[in-house]
């Protein structure tokens, strides 16, 4: 008996261990809503559904978007871009009721992207607890827009969250098209 003890005891703990990773992603319904088209910058993501296409644009291409959105259901730009996607230059393309703009791993929501006068590096982390920043202008003011914040699953950065995100966005997508 005494020999079994020990072994037992460090079955339980390895039971344990493994149990905990559990509690840091959450299991979610795919989207099923309408096929989507995304431009994105930078590489495309790893994403559960089949109904969802990416389709890889530049930034010159981003800056005649008003022109593409009648192919494109929203754009999305990519962690490795976000410095140049914050360049003065596009703010008029992101405050243009066109498309709604998901900025990855963003941790400065989407005041980069909207105010000309600021860099990206210029803006202080505003908000570490989100992992996708979206940005939609719904009318011919510039006032008038809808953002939203996307954060991982008890904060933890695991494919299985990541790829939860995405699919509530998706969600909001097919939900504020024009």
């Not at 930078?42 to 296409?53: I, L, T």
């Not at 210029?122 to 996708?132: K, M, S």
Request: charged fraction near 20%.
């Amino acid at each position: 008996m005494k020999k079994i003890f020990p072994f037992i005891l460090f079955i339980l703990v390895i039971l344990a261990g493994c149990t905990t990773n559990a509690a840091d992603t959450v299991d979610t319904p795919l989207y099923a809503g309408k096929p989507l088209v995304i431009g994105i910058i930078g590489d495309s993501p790893a994403v559960r559904e089949n109904n969802v296409e990416f389709k890889n644009i530049t930034f010159k291409q981003l800056e005649e978007v008003n022109n593409q959105s009648s192919e494109l259901d929203a754009i999305m730009i990519m962690k490795e871009h976000l410095s140049e996607a914050a360049e003065s230059k596009y703010a008029k393309v992101y405050k243009n009721p066109s498309i709604p703009y998901f900025f990855i791993e963003s941790t400065k929501s989407y005041v980069p992207f909207i105010i000309e006068e600021l860099s990206y590096e210029e803006v202080p982390e505003l908000d570490n607890l989100n992992y996708v920043t979206g940005y939609f202008n719904t009318g011919a003011d510039e006032n008038q827009f809808q953002s939203w914040g996307y954060g991982l699953y008890n904060d933890k950065v695991n494919e299985s969250n990541i790829k939860n995100v995405y699919t509530q966005i998706f969600t909001t997508i097919a939900s504020s098209k024009i």
